[in-house]
């Protein structure tokens, strides 16, 4: 089971300002099979970026994805307020199960 | 617009038996795609629970290959979970979700998702 790491916890930025969040993976992800979602307080789950760097449908090119193998990364290029969110990784690549991260939490500073 | 929708009980006693069933309006099922299930337990992150496609292939977490079915129903557009022998460790926020198909070597990112359905295991 490929095991999914988050850093920051937690992150506490202003709006405007730039976010950079970690996934690690405890080994390499097949063919860049990662992607990143936005949840907001009792609401499902958002697909923000799929293939580590493609973004979903309709998501606002201030969110972008990178990295390969067992490091990936999301950038929020500047905060809007409907940015401060939980922010989740997942890889979906080779056998189940496929996993998720633990979370990333940005609050408004 | 592709929209999912859980329903089922809120409360299933220990030991017991977990059925949801997610209805899929705005897509038919048999066009494609996978179709999952993911928790969430209160405070706590996202586990993957498994997949079905269309032609009715099952893909399960190993965690709970023994105790989850998965199945599909075409002509309802609608596909079921069942989780046996449920303990206070199942209550959690289950979604379902449409998933992409990459093939036979990997999973799916999923792009639509219910609004999620809580179940309480508590006798």
């Known amino acids: 089971e490929i095991v999914l790491t988050q850093s920051p916890g937690t992150l506490s930025l202003s709006p405007g300002e730039r976010a950079t969040l970690s996934c690690r993976a405890s080994?390499?992800?097949?063919?860049?099979?990662l992607a990143w979602y936005q949840q907001k307080p009792g609401q499902a789950p958002r697909l923000l970026i799929y293939?580590?760097?493609t973004r979903a449908t309709g998501i606002p090119d201030r969110f972008s994805g990178s990295g390969s193998g067992t490091d990936f990364t999301l950038t929020i290029s500047r905060l809007e307020p409907e940015d401060f969110a939980v922010y989740y990784c997942?890889?979906?690549?080779?056998?189940?199960?496929?996993?998720f991260g633990q979370g990333s939490k940005v609050e408004i500073k | 617009q592709v929209q999912l929708q859980e329903s089922g009980p809120g409360l299933v006693k220990p030991s017991e038996t977990l059925s949801l069933t997610c209805g899929v309006s705005?897509?038919?099922?048999?066009?494609?795609?996978?179709w999952g299930w993911i928790r969430q337990p209160p405070g706590k992150g996202l586990e993957w629970i498994g997949s079905?496609?269309?032609?009715?292939?099952?893909h399960y977490n190993p965690s709970l290959k023994r105790r989850v079915t998965i199945s599909v129903d075409k002509s309802k557009n609608k596909f079921s979970l069942k989780v046996s022998s449920v303990t206070a460790a199942d209550t959690a926020v289950y979604y379902c979700?449409?998933?992409?198909?990459?093939?036979?070597?990997?999973?799916?990112?999923?792009?639509?998702w219910g609004q999620g359905s809580l179940v309480t295991v508590s006798s």
């Open positions: 079905i496609y269309h032609s009715g292939s099952t």
């Open positions: 705005g897509y038919s099922i048999s066009s494609g795609y996978y």
């Open positions: 979700a449409r998933g992409h198909d990459y093939g036979d070597f990997a999973g799916h990112d999923f792009d639509y």
């Open positions: 293939g580590a760097s």
């Open positions: 080994q390499s992800v097949s063919s860049s099979y």
């Open positions: 997942q890889q979906y690549g080779g056998s189940p199960p496929w996993t």
